[in-house]
């Protein structure tokens, strides 16, 4: 190998402007980058011009490359001595598949490293106004996917979550709300809990829908929830419709 290197890189949660500055850089050094579907197509203008932009999009249900393909990919890319950054959505390390990434790195003994990211989350919390902790109202949040991997993956532990936890975020929940919804009820969280489904949050396309966990499944089909999305759910999500109620009044003051 020589000077062949791999940085596993975290995006940003959708906004382009959210990414780090280290990020940045690996990308402008990049011989070869293999970037996925919910990487800003803007990050890719920065870099050289003959840097080598692969596309491995995974769309749900529709992969354009393998998660096999792309680790082959990107370590025949570093043992023929590239530069190469894999940039992924959000951050690595959260429903990333990173890990797996840095390991495979790691067994052919190239040198790796793992730039974070702000995860979706934390992301799509910010703009759209609903703070994952928040004094009096939650002390505690937790982030988990409403897709397991494989039947072997750990069962999701909803009896815990349901109470355990103060803000729940539920990542590649879309299609799953039903079965979420009869879970979190069924274990005794209360039907009023307030929650917020988040679109594409962070981007210009993003869409915001407040409701309860009684009724979330109703309101996701109503307005089509499609994917990227977010459930979020918690007392916390009534700060938002405080931050709101505080901007109108101020927008009439200012009117008046
Ligand atoms: N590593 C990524 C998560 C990848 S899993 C991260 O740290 O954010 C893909 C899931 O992330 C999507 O199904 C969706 O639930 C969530 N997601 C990613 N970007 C999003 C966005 N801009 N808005 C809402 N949800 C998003």
Not at 49 to 73: D, F, S, W
Not at 146 to 156: F, N, Q, Y
Request: neutral net charge.
């Amino acid at each position: 190998m020589r000077g062949g290197a791999i940085a596993i890189v975290g995006a940003g949660p959708g906004d382009p402007e959210l990414i780090t500055l280290k990020a940045l850089r690996r990308i402008e050094a990049a011989d070869v980058i293999l970037y996925d579907r919910l990487v800003s197509g803007e990050l890719l203008d920065y870099a050289r011009e003959g840097a080598l932009r692969i596309y491995c999009g995974k769309a749900p249900g529709r992969h354009a490359m393998t998660q096999e393909n792309i680790q082959r990919v990107m370590l025949e890319h570093a043992l023929a001595g590239s530069r190469v950054v894999r940039l992924k959505g959000g951050d690595p390390y959260v429903f990333g598949r990173g890990g797996e990434e840095a390991i495979a790195a790691a067994q052919q003994g190239i040198p790796y490293e793992v730039i974070p990211g702000i995860t979706s989350s934390i992301g799509a919390a910010a703009s759209a106004g609903v703070p994952l902790t928040h004094r009096g109202l939650s002390g505690s949040f937790a982030v988990v996917t409403g897709t397991r991997a494989e039947e072997s993956s750990p069962k999701t532990r909803w009896d815990c979550l349901a109470h355990g936890v103060d803000t729940l975020v539920i990542y590649m929940g879309t299609a799953q709300i039903g079965e979420i919804r009869r879970e979190l009820l069924a274990h005794g969280k209360s039907a009023s809990t307030p929650v917020a489904l988040i679109e594409n949050g962070t981007t210009s396309a993003e869409r915001t829908f407040v409701g309860t966990l009684g009724g979330m499944e109703k309101l996701a089909a109503s307005v089509q929830l499609r994917n990227p999305a977010l459930i979020v759910i918690g007392e916390t999500v009534r700060v938002r419709e405080q931050l709101l109620a505080l901007e109108r009044m101020a927008e009439q003051r200012v009117v008046g």
